[in-house]
């Protein structure tokens, strides 16, 4: 159920009615709007009798939610929910594309540090790299762990870039809160039920990447599990499904980006490296998912993509991720879009790999 405020309610009454509902058994997720307020009512088994709530003071109308995910839905914010990075230029979901560049895996220091400066200086935001990874056989590189946060942090401090990197449990998760700036949730985690309840508990911004066979509605509901938790600030990623197609790793589903923005609120990136698993197919859907209205994207970028200990063979070069950046800086102005230019600071630094250290 949706109790929607009147443009002009107070805040005090806005907490008047989500004490109401506390005491009712249920939890209130009051949602600020550009226009006003909703709060959602979530813990029911069956319908809120309403009656109480409709008579309170600044209640415009109560409104029952008939689709299964509420707090992801359009119907209780209309605008898109824009992520906001304290300190920081950076934002999700706004008018400015959010570009995610590294490796698949932190491997070390030097690997991750000759990624971070190349993708910082092409104008990437974010730095994307696992230091838990969910690898398939037992016996495949698993990721640093604690260590690889802590390469982490230190390329956030030299270069200015927020982290965005995996948790696979709930134990690696509470690293992965005091570390990064975002937590992400992968596809293979998408419906880890008790991973997506303690991600909501956690204080960062939480992605969740679409599982391989989920459809539109599973991805929505995955996204449902953390907003219902408390935590507000979730992003959506998309990055290929299973299907019969075998000239690609997975089917890179573009259509989904549209039809999310459709019925919710939320922000969606897409990750064309997992979405297709082949390194010369990165760009051509980097540029499809701009074109198509993706609130950014995900890459994968390694020094030397031959040596990598994980997804080698879908990693770009950093010239590659460069050339991908020129190519989707053209596309962005199309469609409405920008691209954060990149700081000086950073732009100044040479090819030869220089410290970035006293930028910070
Ligand atoms: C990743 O981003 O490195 C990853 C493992 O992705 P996914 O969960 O989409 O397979
Ligand atoms: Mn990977």
Redo the contacts with the bound molecule.
Sequence with gaps: MLVVMQAHASEEQIRAVCQKIESLGYRAHPIPGAERTAIGVTGNQGEVEAGTLEEMAGVQEVIRVTKPYKLVSRDIKEENTVIRFPGTTATIGGTALAIMAGP??IENREQAGAVAERVARAGAQFFRG?AYKPRTSPYSFQGLGEEGLRILAEIREQFGLRIVTEAIDNESLELVEEYADIIQIGARNMQNFSLLRRAGRARKPVMVKRGMSATLEELLMAAEYVMSEGNYNVILCERGVRTFADHTRNTLDLSIVPAVQRLSHLPIVVDP??GTGKRNKVTPLSRAAVAVGADGLMV?VHPDPDKAL??GV?SLYPDQFEELMAQVRQIAPVVGRTIPSVDPAIGRLSKAGTSARSLS
């Design positions: 698949c895996a696992g490296s997992h994968e994980s997804d879908q």
